[in-house]
């Protein structure tokens, strides 16, 4: 199995920019697909981002694309997500997780713990 921890969360004010990253362990890593959601008290987790495991093709929601990029280093077992130009709307807990290339909660069997993000205007 994976496991995976999650750090960089924190404050920032709208407009500004924070990077979220997520170690992982287990094997093989590389065979992964990595993605990002998010989540608020009450709603449904929100798909954000995905990375397919060899890095090629890359899939955004429509709320972040053009202001979230994803990216891994395999060699590293580390996946990032850089946030620029954040909006308050962008406040929730962040998610990552191992599993299939998809948007679907569905397609992602392992979970990190998550970290808050809170964006003030």
């Known amino acids: 199995q994976v496991h995976l921890v999650e750090s960089g969360g924190g404050l920032v004010q709208a407009g500004g920019s924070l990077r979220l990253s997520c170690a992982a362990s287990?094997?093989?890593?590389?065979?992964?697909?990595m993605g990002w959601f998010r989540q608020n008290p009450g709603k449904e987790r929100e798909f954000v981002a995905a990375?397919?495991?060899?890095?090629?093709?890359?899939y955004y929601a429509d709320s972040v694309k053009g202001r979230f990029t994803i990216s891994r280093d395999n060699a590293k077992n580390t996946v990032w997500l850089q946030m620029n130009s954040l909006k308050p709307e962008d406040t929730a807990v962040y998610y990552c997780a191992a599993g299939t290339y998809g948007w679907a909660v569905s397609n992602y069997n392992y979970w990190g713990q998550g970290t808050q993000v809170t964006v003030s205007s």
């Open positions: 990375i397919a495991w060899s890095a090629v093709n890359t």
């Open positions: 287990g094997r093989p890593f590389s065979r992964y697909a």
